[in-house]
Structures are given as C-alpha cells and as structure tokens.
C-alpha cells in the first residue's frame, strides 16, 4: 500500500516569513496530492491540490509543488501570518481510492 | 461548497455500552465514506472504508464487530462502536468525495468513562 512520509513534524517562522513542508510517498499509482489544515479542535480542510499532470499549482500565499520521477510533493506558504498556525497533513491517493496522510506538521508563525 | 455533517460532536459513554455516530453528506450523494480515527496530536488513521449497499472494508489491526459500519443509502454511513471500554476514547471523523479532495466532518470526541 502507500506509505507517506511528511517533514518536519514542527516547524516555527516568524510573521512574514515562508514555511515550507515536504512529503513523499511510494506508490507510483498515486496520481492526487492534496494538503489539509487543521485547526486546534477543528476538523481538517482542504487548502490546495495538485494532479500528477501538474507540476506546480499556486493560490495566493500557497503553492503546491510536485516531483512524479521523484515521488515528492511540498508545500509553501509565504508571507506566514499567525493565523497561519495550525496542523497541516499532506496525502495521497489513487484516482478515485482512499487517502493515505502524513503524519502532519505543526506550523507555528510566531508575531 | 460540499458539507459533510457529523453528529454527535461529542459524547461521554459508560464503559460497556454502545456508541452510534453519524455521517451525512448534505449536498450529494457519497458511494464511499471513511471513518477516521485520530488521537491527541497524532495524524488521521483510516479505520474503514464505508460502501452503500455492501459491507465495510476494514484496515488492518481493525476489529469489524466492535467498529459496526452502515452505509444504507448514499448520504448516510454510520459508525457504532460497540462494547465501549476506555481505550476507545478518541476523536472519531468521517469524510466523503464530493469529487474534487475529501470533505470532513466535524469529528465526534468520544469519551469512555
């Protein structure tokens, strides 16, 4: 089955800063990668995707990039407010089958 | 946008006694649910994979006749844990495909007492 791994597990920027967290996987079937925030008691939500026919996918503060040959994907997200911090798990997945997720990153935008 | 509804948000049961939690898509319809289960500062563990019409597909390490699953039409599954001891305190979320990333619910804090 798919294995994915996501680093670091915490990270700390200061306001204004770019975060970056990283993830890998192992089934070349994977062909979805989509990156979720949690929220302290929150359930996760969905901030950016990216298809395996796609190498790059940007929304405002974030981008999502994506390595096939390499099997890795990462997230960025620039100019980091506070209310940036939160829990974020990447995943991956087959077409239409189940996810697998990281085990998550702790991102903490201090002011 | 897509909105899956969970209920109950939180529940306290007695040790022995059973829990049902439910999972509804509100704006369309769900072949497939997944019933995660996530504990404190930990990532979501897939527990089962929920199919209308037909039987769960359980993880392994899962047991199938204490986590009971129902999917009886495609924007209900429901999740019973049965025989609940201490150790099956969690935080309980389900999620759904409204066919672009999955919608979750707003997860069920179960405590076993």
């Known amino acids: 089955g798919e294995n994915v791994e996501q680093h670091p597990s915490t990270l700390s920027v200061q306001e204004g800063d770019s975060a970056v967290i990283k993830c890998t996987y192992s089934?070349?079937?994977?062909?979805?990668f989509p990156w979720y925030k949690q929220e302290l008691g929150k359930r996760p939500q969905l901030i950016i995707d990216?298809?395996?026919?796609?190498g790059e996918k940007k929304d405002q503060r974030i981008a999502v990039t994506l390595n096939k040959t390499a099997k890795h994907f990462s997230l960025h997200i620039t100019e980091t407010q506070p209310e940036d911090s939160a829990v974020y798990f990447c995943a991956a997945s087959p077409h239409a089958g189940k996810s697998t997720f990281g085990d998550g990153t702790t991102l903490t935008v201090k002011p | 946008g897509a909105v899956v509804s969970q209920h109950p948000s939180w529940v306290i049961c007695k040790s022995g006694t059973s829990v049902k939690i439910e999972c509804r898509s509100l704006?369309?319809?769900?072949?497939?649910m997944f019933w995660y289960r996530q504990f404190p500062k930990q990532s979501l563990m897939l527990m089962a994979t929920?199919?209308?019409?037909?039987?769960?597909?359980?993880e392994q390490g899962v047991e199938k006749d204490k986590f009971l699953i129902n999917h009886a039409s495609l924007t209900l599954s429901t999740l019973t844990v049965t025989s609940a001891h201490p150790e099956d305190s969690s935080f309980y979320i389900c999620s759904a495909s409204p066919g672009r990333g999955y919608t979750f619910g707003s997860g069920t804090r179960l405590t076993v007492v």
């Open positions: 929920s199919n209308e019409g037909s039987k769960a597909t359980y």
């Open positions: 089934d070349s079937a994977s062909n979805y």
């Open positions: 704006d369309f319809q769900a072949t497939t």
């Open positions: 990216i298809r395996s026919n796609v």
